[in-house]
C-alpha cells in the first residue's frame, strides 16, 4: 500500500483519504508520534499517554464511508513503543448510490518489542451497504498485539438487519516476514454467507480478536472459556508463531460492548501488561 495511490482527495462524489503515522520512544522512553499524516476521511486526535501507552483516537469526521469513497492507512509501532489506537464512534457505510465500494486498505507494523493494540468501535454497514476491507500486519521479533474488530448486523434501532449488499474481508498476518494467518471472506446476505452468523442470534455482532506476544503457558484459555454464556458463543485457539485467536458472536450490541471490555482486562493480565484507559464505558 502507497499512501500516494490515494493522492487526489475530493473527487466528484468520492473522498480519498489517508492516515501515516509512526509511533517512536524518545530518550527516556516516552512514546511519541514521530511521523503523522492525515487526510479525511479521517482525522487524528491529540494523543495522552497512559500506562506507559501513547493512545490516538482515529475520528471519522465525515458522515462515513460512501460508494467510491478509499481511505489508505499506514500505522508503525516503533521498537519498543507500546501504541493503542481507537476509535471514539463507530464507523459507518452508507447505502451504495451506484456501482462501486466503499474501501479501506490499513497496513500495520509492529516493530520488535514494540506493543500495538488496534480496538476500534464497531462497524455498521447500513443497508444496501458496499464494502471491502483489506489489512496487512506485520509482527517484528518480540513484538506484541492486541487486535479487535467487531462487525454490527447493521442499524438493529431501524430494523436494519443483514440488509446490506456485501461486506468483503480480507487479513494477511505474519510475523518475522512469515504468514501466519490469512482470511478472506465475503458476506452477501442474500446468499447462504451470513448463515452462521445467524444461526445462534437474529442479530449477531461479531468480534474477531488476534493476539500475540503471550507465552503459551500464559494463555488464559479457562478464563476465556468462562466468557461463553447464552449470550455470548465463544472460541479460541492458538496459531504458529506464538499467535492466538478469539471469535465470537454476541446477542446484540450491549453484551458485545461487554465482551470486548472482559477481553481486554483478561488479555491485558495475559500480557502483563497494564491497560490503558480509551476514555469511554465498557460494561
Not at 517512536?24 to 479521517?42: E, H, K, N, V, W
Not at 489508505?72 to 476509535?87: I, N, P, Q
Not at 482470511?183 to 448463515?195: H, I, N, Q, V, W
Not at 445462534?200 to 500464559?218: C, D, M, N, W
Request: net charge neutral; hydrophobic share 40%; glycine share 10%.
Amino acid at each position: 500500500m502507497s499512501i500516494s495511490s490515494c493522492d487526489g482527495g475530493v473527487s466528484g462524489r468520492a473522498i480519498r483519504g489517508h492516515l501515516d503515522l509512526r509511533c517512536d520512544l524518545r530518550a527516556d522512553g516516552t512514546p511519541y508520534l514521530s511521523r503523522q499524516s492525515f487526510r479525511a476521511p479521517i482525522h487524528l486526535g491529540k494523543g495522552h499517554l497512559d500506562s506507559g501507552a501513547l493512545v490516538v483516537q482515529l475520528a471519522n469526521p465525515t458522515a462515513g464511508f460512501f460508494d467510491g469513497d478509499r481511505l489508505d492507512l499506514l500505522a508503525t509501532a516503533g521498537k519498543g513503543a507500546h501504541l493503542v489506537l481507537s476509535t471514539p464512534g463507530a464507523s459507518r457505510v452508507h447505502t451504495a448510490r451506484g456501482t462501486g465500494v466503499a474501501a479501506c486498505h490499513q497496513r500495520l507494523t509492529v516493530e520488535e518489542g514494540a506493543f500495538l493494540e488496534w480496538i476500534p468501535e464497531p462497524f455498521i454497514p447500513q443497508a444496501g451497504a458496499r464494502y471491502v476491507q483489506s489489512t496487512a500486519i506485520d509482527l517484528e521479533k518480540d513484538a506484541g498485539l492486541l487486535f479487535f474488530e467487531w462487525i454490527a448486523p447493521g442499524r438493529v434501532a431501524r430494523g436494519e438487519v443483514f440488509a446490506y449488499e456485501s461486506l468483503r474481508w480480507e487479513l494477511d498476518l505474519r510475523v518475522n516476514g512469515k504468514l501466519l494467518a490469512r482470511e478472506r471472506y465475503e458476506l452477501k446476505p442474500g446468499d447462504f454467507s451470513t448463515a452462521a452468523l445467524r444461526e445462534r442470534f437474529r442479530a449477531s455482532h461479531h468480534i474477531t480478536v488476534y493476539v500475540a506476544g503471550i507465552a503459551p503457558e500464559q494463555w488464559t484459555g479457562e478464563a476465556l472459556d468462562a466468557l461463553s454464556s447464552d449470550h455470548v458463543y465463544l472460541g479460541h485457539g492458538p496459531l504458529t508463531g506464538g499467535v492466538h485467536l478469539v471469535r465470537a458472536l454476541c446477542e446484540d450490541g450491549l453484551h458485545a460492548r461487554r465482551l470486548i471490555g472482559n477481553l481486554r482486562d483478561t488479555l491485558h493480565l495475559a500480557v502483563n501488561r497494564p491497560m490503558p484507559s480509551l476514555g469511554r464505558w465498557f460494561f
